[in-house]
């Protein structure tokens, strides 16, 4: 059921976003607590404001109201992904060369499963990451466990 809520948010807001400029990071909906939360991340080019935030917010709840799909009880949140936000695809990390970042590898890179440093180039299927010492570290995205920014 979670999947199926999951699934037609997704679908309204890719149709809804970017005539606002916005796209869509991800959609949870889970139970917290004594409740569910629909946890909406939404992202752009440029900083996520407040009030879009409370755009998406509002054209979501009213969406939500019409169709009625959502059976149970739950709290709404809209928010950008963060300062810290995940890296989770190829295009991330061309989006955000020249920034800060951690990557956790699958397998010891140099005796290293976690590297951290600046996201210095993305050439085709390699990602280059500048550690603090002034080295570079390969890898490609498959290797990758889990790869976020960094402030």
Not at 28 to 50: C, M, N, P, T, Y
Request: net charge negative.
């Amino acid at each position: 059921m979670s999947e199926l809520i999951v699934d037609k948010v997704k679908d309204f807001l890719q149709s809804l976003l970017p005539s606002l400029g916005l796209e869509l990071f991800d959609v949870q909906f889970r139970r917290e607590g004594h409740g569910w939360v629909l946890r909406v991340f939404i992202d752009s080019e440029s900083a996520v404001s407040l009030d879009d935030c409370s755009v998406v917010s509002r054209e979501l709840g009213r969406y939500l109201d019409v169709e009625d799909f959502i059976e149970s009880a739950y709290h709404l949140e809209v928010s950008s992904p963060g300062l810290e936000r995940p890296l989770r695809s190829r295009e991330d990390f061309i989006r955000y060369c020249g920034k800060s970042a951690k990557v956790k590898v699958h397998e010891p890179i140099d005796g290293r499963k976690i590297l951290e440093g600046i996201i210095e180039k993305v050439e085709d299927e390699n990602i280059s990451l500048k550690l603090a010492d002034g080295s570079s570290v390969q890898f490609t995205f498959e290797m990758i466990n889990k790869a976020r920014l960094t402030i």
